[in-house]
C-alpha cells in the first residue's frame, strides 16, 4: 500500500516560562492512502498536536512528517502552502464565516486561490449535493443545526480537493445521532473519492464506527496501533484497555477476585455460550460489563465475566470458552 503520510520520531515540545511540556514523544507512525486512521487518547495526550504537525501548523521540535515522500521540513514557505491546500482540515467547533451564506462559505477558500467567482459558485452547489444541503445554499450559519453546520464544513474542505482530510474531534459538539450521519458521510467520501482520512478523538465509539487503523496517544507516547479490530479484540497497554473497557471499572464489595474479557464476533454471538458454560461447569459467573460495537459493519461484542473463587471450576470455564474459539484475556487488579 503507498504511504500518504510518514510520521518519523516525531517529538513537540513547548517551553513556557516556569515550565517545559512535552506534548510528543518520538512518535513514529504510517497512515496509507486511502485509509481511515483513527488517533484517539484522552484529553491532554498530545493528539490534537500531532494532527497540527501533519500539515505543520505545528513544526516538530525534531523529527520528520513527509507528506506523499516528501519531508515537510525542507520545503520553502510557497512548497508548503501548496502542500497545505491538499491537507483539509475540520473543527469541533465548525469555524464557520457567520456574515456569510452557506453557499458563500463553502466558496471562501476557492476565492483564496484566485478561483473565479462563477466556476466557485458552481463547485459549491456541487459540494451542497453531496453533503446534502443544497436548499440551505442561501442560509446563514445561525440558521443551521449543529450536524448541518458540520455538513457546511466538510463541504467546504472538499472544494480544494484534498488528498488528506483532517478531522479534529469533528463530532465532539454533536448529539449520537448527528454523529452517526456525520461519520457515515465522511465514510461515503473516503469510498468515492478516496481521501485519506485521519479522525482525532477521544472516543473509542467514533473509532469503532468509522476507522480501519487507530494510534492511542498517552501522556505525548505512541502506546499503541493497529487494526481497529486488533486493538479492540486484545489491547496490549493500559491506555488502550481503559479506553477499550469504557473507563476505569473499579468494583468493590465481591468475592472472587478472577476476571477475564470475553471477545466475540459476529461467528460466535449465535450460541448461548456463557449460559452453557455455567451448565456444563455447575457453576455461577458474574457479568460486571457487557456491550456490543460495530467495527467496519461486523458486531463485536465484549464481557467481562467475575470466576468462582475455586480455581480448578474457573480453569474449567476459561478453557470451555478457548475451546469455542473466543478471545479470553485475564485482566489483573478489576475487582477490589
Known sequence: MDTMIR?????????????TVEALKNITLDIHKGDIYGI???????KSTLVRCLNFLEKPTSGTVCIEGKDLSQMTEPELRETRTKIAMIFQHFNLLMQRTVLDNIC?????????KKEAREKAKELLKIVDLSEKAKAYPSQLS???KQRVAIARALAMDPKILLCDEATSALDPTTTKSILSLLKDINKQYGITIVIITHEMAVVQEICS????IDQGNLAEHGLVEDVFSRPQTQAAKKLVFQGDH?????TGKRCIRIVFTENSSFEPVIGNMVLECKAPANILL???QDINGIAHGQMILQLPEDEQIAN????????????VEELENYVG
Open 7 to 19: 510520521i518519523q520520531n516525531v517529538s513537540k515540545t513547548f517551553e513556557g516560562k516556569e515550565s
Open 40 to 46: 484517539i487518547g484522552m484529553s491532554g495526550a498530545g
Open 108 to 116: 471562501f477558500p476557492m476565492e483564496i486561490t484566485g478561483c473565479k
Open 146 to 148: 449543529g450536524g448541518q
Open 213 to 216: 487503523h487507530v494510534a492511542i
Open 250 to 254: 473499579h468494583h468493590t464489595n465481591m
Open 290 to 292: 457487557a456491550d456490543t
Open 316 to 327: 474449567r470455564m476459561i478453557h470451555y470458552l478457548e475451546d469455542r474459539k473466543l478471545t
